[in-house]
């Protein structure tokens, strides 16, 4: 595995920003570029007259391959894009009515003929792919009808700007000519997608507030894009091509500053509902989730996990207190967490932590280490020619995560194309004290959690692993809780195979630190308790994003009581409390999907070694891993079937 640093203002050509929220792009691209277009009330399809010419009763490759994935990425071509297929890539997606009503007919008419696939003619992995897509598309239609995203939400014509035309300079995929002659076009189309946009979004009321602030910022990052990133990557391309993009630049500029400007108008009177309501958040999870979990039974469970995961806390608490205090803890107190010495134990480690524009190279610095030990304990087996850079978040993808990783679009067939780590710089217009609780927040021991979550071995392994799978259907919609629930997975997986971190046995130049927490970082066992402690914390996080998201969205938390939960008895500092309602309000449903997908990979984790002991061989944790990750990323209730279980 190779691993660089780089300055995301002086990234070369063949560079390319996340195609995807923080977290996992094709996920958040598909719902919000594919619920733009899905307009429309849909009509209720009978027998066949819905389907695509006069096939009676389709076959899979007939149903996929010929018509499914052929009419989505040509409807949505920015999707398209980001998801590798670059056949449309001098296009914008048809916003327009008429187009709306189609995108809704032919989603209903893709829907039914799905559902005259024999299924008996179909082997496991078939029977996998057609229930995906067709969940996928029973929750395009709910958001249509239920959100009206295109309507209400600006972010989403913020995130289809900015992934429109990063997608086109920042990865290498083709030569620069190409890449080059297809910004041109969509830079030339620019103007008329927002005229489109302007139009969708003319109901001031209907606006919903919290996405139209967050969609600002990413729209002046889309023209500081546009203005002085595309000048300086596309400068070796042909000299006929950079005057198509000169005389293009003026008016797309001009086109944005309008959409910007009908937003900032448009805010005093925002008033569109951005909570779902429990009836669609009910139908919205089960559908996000691809489980047979209800949301009460994902709230119940949460809360009750809530609780064992600060016991223990308080358990790794207590033995850190002595070494980092010279004197023995509180005694015990029975039925009750003492959540003050947690609170204690935590303030007092994070005090190590880096300064603000050290934030990415301490993230990038944690790499080797974590990639040394992921070897030597056998964890998964992991591929050298992989690259991966550590690069700030680009401008107009700032404003909801601070970190994620950007993986190359599963779809491209060229190899060797990098995975960003992308680390979101801590917003310079916060307090000072705002600021300074984010990076307690993400202290040295947090950071090493976060490394592995993000990067190694979470979402840089697991994405390389999901490239490799023949399934384009399990790479185009990869399931949230497989991929968000196998990041968090291991940090436990690391703790408990006994990672330590770094060593650190003086303080560095100008650093002061009390003795006890240069005793903890000096000496491995207390480090890696340390580094356990904050992987319950990440874990609580976890947990608590599955409360909040059902408390936001199927009830009415107040932005004041989820922020005193999360600083409260889940011990998150201001920032990134603060941070997290804003993310809970601008998504939905997706923040379950890190504990529930946890939770699922823990069972079938016991599953493999159930199955191991009573075969009388010994648990291969490698092997396991090895062979969970090389199904693409399905629904955790369909793996054990495609790992030939069932």
């Known amino acids: 595995m190779q691993v660089s640093v780089s300055s995301f203002a002086h990234l070369s050509a063949n560079v390319r920003s996340c195609r995807g929220r923080t977290r996992i792009a094709s996920i958040a691209v598909g719902a919000l570029l594919l619920t733009a277009c899905a307009g429309g009330r849909p009509h209720q399809a009978t027998g066949n007259s819905s389907m695509p010419g006069d096939v009676v009763q389709p076959s899979y490759t007939h149903a996929i391959d010929v018509h499914f994935f052929p009419g989505y990425f040509k409807r949505w071509p920015a999707l398209a894009s980001n998801l590798g297929d670059h056949r449309y890539d001098h296009a914008w997606p048809d916003l327009s009515p008429a187009a709306q009503k189609e995108s809704a007919e032919w989603l209903v008419a893709m829907r039914a003929m799905l559902g005259n696939v024999p299924r008996d003619s179909l082997t496991v992995e078939q029977r996998v792919d057609i229930d995906i897509v067709a969940d996928q598309i029973r929750l395009l239609q709910l958001v249509r009808r239920t959100e009206r995203p295109y309507e209400t939400n600006p972010l989403l014509y913020a995130f289809l700007l900015g992934r429109g035309l990063d997608v086109l300079v920042e990865r290498d995929y083709a030569p620069l000519a190409t890449r080059a002659a297809a910004l041109a076009q969509r830079l030339a189309g620019l103007p008329t997608l927002v005229d489109q946009a302007v139009a969708n979004l003319a109901d001031a009321s209907a606006i919903k507030a919290p996405q139209a602030k967050v969609s600002l910022g990413q729209l002046a990052g889309v023209k500081s894009f546009i203005k002085d990133q595309i000048p300086q990557r596309i400068g070796d391309a042909p000299a006929d091509v950079r005057q198509q993009i000169a005389a293009a630049t003026p008016p797309a500029l001009a086109a944005i500053d309008k959409l910007i400007a009908h937003i900032k108008a448009s805010l005093p009177n925002a008033r569109g509902q951005w909570r779902l309501g429990k009836e669609t958040f009910t139908k919205?999870?089960?559908?996000?989730?691809?489980?047979?979990?209800?949301?009460?039974?994902?709230?119940?469970?949460?809360?009750?996990?809530?609780?064992?995961?600060?016991?223990?806390?308080?358990?790794?608490?207590?033995?850190?207190?002595?070494?980092?205090?010279?004197?023995?803890?509180?005694?015990?107190?029975?039925?009750?967490?003492?959540?003050?010495?947690?609170?204690?134990?935590?303030?007092?480690?994070?005090?190590?932590?880096?300064?603000?524009?050290?934030?990415?190279?301490?993230?990038?610095?944690?790499?080797?280490?974590?990639?040394?030990?992921?070897?030597?304990?056998?964890?998964?087996?992991?591929?050298?020619?992989?690259?991966?850079?550590?690069?700030?978040?680009?401008?107009?993808?700032?404003?909801?995560?601070?970190?994620?990783?950007?993986?190359?679009?599963?779809?491209?067939?060229?190899?060797?194309?990098?995975?960003?780590?992308?680390v979101q710089p801590v917003p310079p217009d916060w307090p000072a004290e705002r600021r300074e609780s984010l990076l307690r927040e993400y202290n040295h021991f947090m950071l090493e959690i976060l490394s592995i979550h993000e990067a190694i071995p979470g979402h840089f392994v697991q994405i390389y692993y999901a490239k490799r799978d023949p399934s384009v259907v399990r790479k185009v919609f990869m399931n949230g809780p497989f991929v968000e629930g196998w990041a968090v997975y291991t940090e436990r997986v690391m703790v408990d195979e006994g990672y330590v971190g770094k060593r650190q046995s003086a303080p560095d130049q100008g650093q002061q630190a009390s003795h006890g927490l240069w005793r903890i970082k000096s000496d491995d066992a207390l480090r890696a308790k340390a580094i356990a402690l904050h992987g319950q914390k990440f874990f609580l996080r976890a947990v608590t994003?599955?409360?909040?998201?059902?408390?936001?969205?199927?009830?009415?938390?107040?932005?004041?009581?989820?922020?005193?939960?999360?600083?409260?008895?889940?011990?998150?500092?201001?920032?990134?409390?603060?941070?997290?309602?804003?993310?809970?309000?601008?998504?939905?449903?997706?923040?379950?999907?890190?504990?529930?997908?946890?939770?699922?990979?823990?069972?079938?984790?016991?599953?493999?070694?159930?199955?191991?002991?009573?075969?009388?061989?010994?648990?291969?944790?490698?092997?396991?891993?090895?062979?969970?990750?090389?199904?693409?990323?399905?629904?955790?209730?369909?793996?054990?079937?495609?790992?030939?279980?069932?």
Request: with cysteine; aromatic share 8%; hydrophobic share 45%.
């Open 284 to 422: 919205k999870l089960a559908l996000t989730l691809q489980t047979d979990l209800t949301a009460d039974q994902v709230y119940q469970r949460a809360v009750a996990e809530h609780r064992k995961v600060r016991q223990r806390m308080e358990v790794l608490a207590r033995e850190l207190y002595e070494p980092l205090f010279g004197a023995a803890a509180p005694p015990v107190a029975a039925d009750s967490i003492n959540d003050a010495l947690i609170r204690k134990v935590l303030d007092a480690l994070a005090q190590d932590h880096v300064e603000a524009e050290e934030l990415r190279d301490a993230c990038a610095e944690n790499l080797d280490r974590l990639n040394a030990f992921v070897r030597s304990a056998n964890i998964v087996p992991l591929d050298d020619k992989e690259v991966l850079k550590v690069i700030w978040t680009p401008p107009h993808r700032r404003g909801v995560a601070v970190a994620g990783l950007d993986a190359p679009p599963l779809l491209d067939a060229k190899a060797g194309l990098p995975s960003f780590y992308i």
């Open 545 to 646: 994003n599955a409360i909040i998201d059902h408390e936001i969205h199927a009830g009415d938390m107040s932005e004041e009581a989820a922020v005193a939960f999360m600083t409260g008895s889940a011990f998150q500092e201001e920032g990134e409390a603060r941070g997290k309602w804003v993310r809970a309000q601008v998504t939905s449903t997706q923040l379950s999907t890190y504990y529930v997908g946890a939770t699922a990979w823990f069972q079938i984790r016991e599953q493999a070694e159930k199955r191991a002991a009573e075969a009388g061989r010994e648990f291969d944790l490698a092997e396991f891993h090895r062979e969970a990750l090389s199904h693409g990323s399905p629904p955790l209730s369909r793996l054990p079937e495609l790992m030939g279980w069932n």
